[in-house]
């Protein structure tokens, strides 16, 4: 069975950074593209960043662009997420999930399997 655990969140202070990491277990993703979202307390869930299968193609929502950087460790099955300049707007439970294709607008119908536990960021101001 897949399981997507995502790990690496935290409380942390405004302007602070935290790397958070999904791993794949139970089958191989490097032939998806992986998104990371995010869910705020009383906001829906939304898209944060994506990385095709090579890793050579990334995909930002405005609200992070230039502070959060996406990677992915192909032979660890591991997709990372890098946030520099954390904001208190940040806070939110962070998830992983995959995607057959590559290109266009994530939503959140396109993904594949169940949604993991997530990891909690909480930036205070």
């Known amino acids: 069975q897949v399981q997507l655990v995502e790990s690496g969140g935290g409380l942390v202070q405004t302007g602070d950074s935290l790397r958070l990491s999904c791993a794949a277990s139970?089958?191989?993703?490097?032939?998806?593209?992986m998104g990371w979202f995010r869910q705020a307390p009383g906001k829906e869930r939304e898209f944060v960043a994506a990385?095709?299968?090579?890793?050579?193609?990334?995909l930002y929502a405005d609200s992070v662009k230039g502070r959060f950087t996406i990677s992915r460790d192909i032979p660890k099955n591991t997709v990372y997420l890098q946030m520099n300049s954390l904001e208190p707007e940040d806070t939110a439970i962070y998830y992983c999930?995959?995607?057959?294709?590559?290109?266009?607008?994530?939503?959140?119908?396109?993904?594949?399997?169940?949604w993991g536990q997530g990891t909690q960021v909480t930036v205070s101001s």
């Open positions: 990385i095709n299968w090579s890793g050579d193609g990334t």
């Open positions: 999930k995959p995607r057959k294709f590559w290109g266009g607008t994530w939503y959140l119908s396109q993904l594949e399997g169940s």
């Open positions: 139970g089958r191989t993703f490097s032939t998806y593209a």
